[in-house]
């Protein structure tokens, strides 16, 4: 009886080496060609492409009703597209049932079969492919051994903690090797410390089985600490496909840099171009100046977004030497709201010309003698190169 | 202890609630009867001896006890009529709730994969039968199944018999009736487990590779087991004792342990015998009840 699929590797024990054939370089693992999804009027996911390559850890990040989960499903098999194309390894998935795909997903509550043991949860799949009895076992303790459980092979969920049932849940959907690995919301269950050092073993994990994950997930923290590549989806469309740093640095439009991370933004309009920079008069009085993005703004009406950490703040403005740059834009207000954050310190100013900027300063003393603090007068000044010109 | 004090404390002493209630209403009858079990028949009212006199003193009470005897549960051994009725009994309690179960499973599983609103529905469905007197429903199906009833009428109008069947006075018109009363009580506790089940457990069971029925065989099945023996209990405990539905619907060819009661009790007039054969039954439903108890509190415990 041969119930074994051919994707299965059943018989490739040991973790480390993916197949990386020269073919598979130009051809990305997973293409995602203008798949859409409707339930009943609502467009879930709306023509959305993508390419994901061998060995990826790729995050599929927005808010919830984003449609990003039904992606996930759809790759999975629980949901059909209702047009466009899902191939994997160059081969249409669509008439693949989720039973028979080399796909394996993470549940975010992680459906553990509650009449089963932990043993039995890794096993169940392993079964299904018709492994063998012995290969079972070896497989079986290398996953538990994986995500540290020895000694907890015996124990129904129910007796597990959250940490520990989210480790079977990940044994259970890495034991039968998938050519790529969903997860959905794998940490949202679990506690802030506990998030953290697992998205460290998640992403350890993935570089030693050189497995392609893909992860959905609400948290951009999460998002950018784990993932090569992010897809930042809104109302079912992908916004930007970027690593965590361009995400952050280069957002493509305002949405995502709003999105990802503060942001302050000010609206205004292109009134001079001149030796590589912008000036840009904003609808607060003030005039910007910004470096000239290395894609040419087509539009006159633009917004300015510039990152809170890169706002500096001070009683006097920046010393002399580097204030002479007429580059610099230095503003005036008052400090209206102070938050300290431990790391670092949230500062709210109202600007002489009205506008609300936010500034985050590290702390990066311990005992900081020039304490602002609300009501006070500052200048405010930040560089034309950390400035992002976004099209409106 | 002063009332107040008992008063002050109403969570401990409310615990004793509960037992209060099977003493009263469980264990003190149930004193009466093994007592008339353990009595003998007479011409008398009430119509067996010995009667507990507590006027008489204490040494007419040590005569009452010295009076009681097994005799009557020796009886329920010797004569075949009590044995065979009681093994006719387990035979139809058996097959009813087997029958119950193959009919029961698929409709609670059918509802609790409704869309929520339908779910309601077909609830109501089950549990509007109740609303009607289940004597009337029964005579209903008298009615349905004589000789010129609405059954031979249809199978008579479709040509699919030439000449009225027998169905009344069978075992088919008795299995009938049984399946259809107890049916709600399969259906609802199946239901309840079958409803509450995780659906991504079987988009799990899909995913690390089950077909559709290999996750309905590991998956669902497995973990609808505490509904199945708490409707099959449901249903197979009152059906031993079942008397209406065997007496109007069954031939008289044999009874079950329920109508052999009710002809001793009001045809014999032989309370203590019929009294001997309730606490017979009784012994013979513990355990059934007993492991119904451990898969309840096996469920309790699984749910911790």
Redesign the interface.
């Known amino acids: 009886m041969s119930r074994q699929s051919p994707e299965i590797d059943i018989a490739k024990i040991d973790t480390a080496t993916p197949v990386a054939p020269a073919a598979a370089a130009a051809m990305p693992l997973l293409r995602i060609e203008g798949v859409s999804k409707k339930f009943g009027s609502f467009r879930a996911v709306d023509r959305l492409s993508l390419d994901i390559k061998a060995g990826e850890f790729f995050a599929l990040l927005g808010p919830s009703g984003c449609g990003k989960t039904t992606l996930l499903r759809m790759l999975a098999g629980f949901e059909t597209p209702d047009e466009g194309r899902i191939l994997l390894g160059g081969r249409d998935i669509a008439p693949v049932l989720p039973h028979e795909r080399p796909v394996n997903m993470m549940f975010q509550n992680y459906a553990l079969f509650p009449h089963l043991s932990v043993r039995d949860n890794i096993a169940f799949g392993l079964k299904r492919a018709g492994m063998a009895r012995a290969a079972i076992d070896t497989r079986v303790g290398e996953m538990v051994a994986l995500v540290k459980l020895e000694g907890m092979e015996k124990r129904r969920p129910d007796q597990l903690s959250g940490g520990q049932k989210q480790r079977v849940a990940l044994a259970r959907s890495l034991a039968r090797r998938p050519k790529v690995l969903l997860l959905d919301e794998p940490l949202a269950a679990l506690d802030k410390k506990l998030r953290e050092s697992t998205q460290l073993e998640l992403m350890e994990l993935q570089r030693r089985l050189g497995m392609t994950f893909i992860v959905v997930t609400h948290d951009q923290e999460e998002a950018m600490t784990m993932a090569n590549r992010i897809g930042v989806m809104d109302a079912g469309r992908l916004e930007q496909v970027a690593t965590p740093r361009d995400l952050y640095e280069a957002p493509a439009s305002r949405w995502v840099a709003q999105f990802v991370g503060d942001v302050n933004l000010f609206d205004g309009e292109v009134t001079s171009r001149e030796q590589r920079h912008l000036t840009i008069a904003t609808g607060d009085g003030g005039a910007i100046v910004v470096a000239e993005p290395s894609q040419p703004v087509t539009e006159t009406a633009v917004s300015v977004a510039i990152r809170p950490e890169k706002v500096k703040l001070s009683r006097h403005g920046p010393a002399s030497d580097a204030g002479s740059s007429q580059a610099i834009n230095r503003f005036e207000g008052v400090v209206t709201d102070v938050s300290y954050l431990g790391g670092s310190t949230v500062y709210k100013l109202k600007l002489d010309s009205g506008a609300v900027v936010r500034s985050s300063m590290a702390n990066a003393a311990r005992l900081d003698i020039d304490v602002l603090s609300a009501g006070q007068r500052v200048v405010a000044w930040f560089a034309p190169d950390d400035c992002v010109v976004l099209e409106r | 202890m002063s009332a107040r004090r008992i008063f002050a404390q109403p969570a401990r002493y409310g615990a004793i609630a509960p037992y209060l209630w099977m003493v009263l209403f469980f264990l003190v009858p149930f004193g009466f009867v093994l007592k008339i079990s353990l009595s003998q028949t007479a011409i008398a009212q009430p119509p067996y001896l010995p009667v507990f006199d507590f006027s008489e003193g204490w040494t007419a009470i040590k005569a009452a006890f010295a009076q009681l005897s097994a005799d009557n549960f020796r009886l329920l051994i010797s004569d075949s009529l009590y044995i065979s009725s009681y093994l006719r009994s387990l035979a139809v309690a058996i097959t009813s709730t087997l029958i119950l179960l193959l009919i029961g499973y698929p409709i609670a599983y059918g509802m609790a994969r409704l869309p929520q609103r339908w779910q309601a529905i077909a609830m109501m469905l089950v549990i509007v039968p109740f609303w009607t007197s289940f004597l009337i429903r029964i005579y209903a199906w008298i009615n349905i199944l004589q000789h010129d009833g609405l059954l031979n009428k249809i199978l008579l109008a479709l040509h699919l018999v030439s000449s009225p069947v027998v169905w009344l006075s069978t075992d088919t018109a008795m299995y009938l009736g049984i399946v259809y009363s107890y049916l709600p009580f399969m259906i609802l506790p199946l239901y309840a487990t079958l409803s509450k089940m995780?659906p991504?457990?079987l988009?799990?069971?899909?995913?690390?590779?089950?077909?559709p029925r290999?996750a309905f065989w590991?998956?669902t099945f497995?973990?609808s087991l505490p509904g199945v023996g708490a409707g099959a209990l449901l249903c197979f405990i009152p059906i031993v004792g079942e008397f209406v539905i065997p007496d109007l619907l069954a031939g008289s060819g044999s009874m079950m342990i329920g109508q052999t009661l009710w002809l001793e009790f009001f045809t014999n007039k032989d309370w203590p015998v019929a009294a001997a054969a309730a606490v017979a039954l009784l012994v013979l439903l513990v355990p059934p009840l007993l492991l119904y108890d451990r898969l309840q509190r096996r469920t309790l415990e699984?749910?911790?």
């Open positions: 995780d991504s457990l988009e799990a069971a899909a995913d690390l590779g089950s077909s290999q590991l998956v497995p973990l699984g749910g911790r």
